[in-house]
C-alpha cells in the first residue's frame, strides 16, 4: 500500500546510455514532481505535471524528457548521461500543485560512470 | 539560491522540545511557509505549513512572527525518530519550490 513508489531504487549506468525512472502514486493525487536532489542534499525541482499536463519546467536539460500516460504516473527519461546528471531523484506528488503537502517516493539513487 | 537561512545543525535530548529556527527576510505577502523533513535514505516528509497564523498538528506546532519573516517549527518531545534533517521552504505563487541544505537534528538518549 505504497503512496509513491518508484523503481527502480538504484541505477547504474555508463555515460551516454538512455535511462527511465517510474513513478507511481495511488493517492488519487492531480499533481506530480520530479526532484533532483545533488550531493550538497539540495533537493531542486525539474517538472510538474497537473492532470497529465506540464505547469512546471525548471531549466533542465533537454535530454531529461518527462511522460505522464495518466495522473497516476509520471516517468522520467533521460537521454545520453553525464556524469554530472549523478544524483538521487525524488517523485512526489499533492492533491493540488504546490500549496498543498507533498508525499514523495523513496528516491532513486541514479549513478553515471 | 534558497530563499531561507536555517543553521546547519542542532542538538537536542530525547523527551525535550526543540525549537528550530527559520529566516525568510525576503518572504512576499503570498508565501506559504512549509516545512519538510528527511530522514537517512528516505524521501522528504511533510511536516507543516502556513501563511500567518501558528498552526499546530499531530506532528509539531509552527510559530509564526508578527512580520512573517521568520518562523519556529516546534517539536514538543524529541524521540530519536525525530532525527533528521528539516528544511524550511517558501512556496510562491509561481509554484517555484527550493530545498536549501536544511538544519540537521540530532537527538541524543
Known amino acids: 500500500d505504497t503512496a509513491v513508489s518508484q523503481t527502480p531504487k538504484y541505477l547504474v549506468t555508463q555515460m551516454g546510455n538512455d535511462k527511465s525512472i517510474k513513478c507511481e502514486q495511488n493517492?488519487?493525487?492531480?499533481?506530480m514532481y520530479w526532484y533532483k536532489q545533488d550531493s550538497k542534499k539540495f533537493l531542486k525541482i525539474m517538472f510538474s505535471?497537473?492532470?497529465?499536463?506540464?505547469?512546471i519546467n525548471e531549466t533542465v536539460p533537454n535530454r531529461f524528457s518527462p511522460k505522464s500516460p495518466d495522473k497516476a504516473h509520471l516517468n522520467l527519461h533521460i537521454n545520453s548521461l553525464e556524469l554530472g546528471d549523478s544524483a538521487v531523484y525524488f517523485c512526489?506528488?499533492?492533491?493540488?500543485?504546490?500549496?498543498?503537502?507533498?508525499?514523495f517516493g523513496p528516491g532513486t539513487r541514479l549513478t553515471v560512470t | 539560491d534558497a530563499k531561507t537561512t536555517q543553521p546547519n545543525s542542532m542538538e537536542s535530548n530525547e523527551e525535550e522540545p526543540v525549537h528550530l529556527p527559520c529566516n525568510h527576510s525576503?518572504?512576499?505577502?503570498?508565501?506559504?511557509i512549509h516545512w519538510y523533513r528527511q530522514l537517512p535514505s528516505q524521501g522528504p516528509e511533510y511536516v507543516i505549513h502556513?501563511?500567518?497564523s501558528n498552526v499546530n498538528n499531530r506532528m509539531a506546532s509552527l510559530a509564526i512572527a508578527e512580520d512573517r519573516k521568520s518562523s519556529t517549527l516546534i517539536l514538543h518531545r524529541a524521540t530519536l525518530r525525530d532525527a533528521a534533517v528539516y528544511y524550511c521552504?517558501?512556496?510562491?505563487?509561481?509554484?517555484?519550490?527550493?530545498f536549501g541544505a536544511g538544519t540537521r537534528l540530532t537527538v541524543k538518549p
Open positions: 512526489a506528488s499533492s492533491q493540488v500543485p504546490l500549496s498543498n503537502e507533498q508525499y
Open positions: 493517492l488519487g493525487h492531480d499533481t
Open positions: 505535471y497537473n492532470n497529465k499536463e506540464l505547469i
Open positions: 525576503t518572504i512576499s505577502g503570498t508565501d506559504y
Open positions: 502556513g501563511l500567518t
Open positions: 521552504i517558501l512556496i510562491e505563487n509561481n509554484n517555484d519550490m527550493r
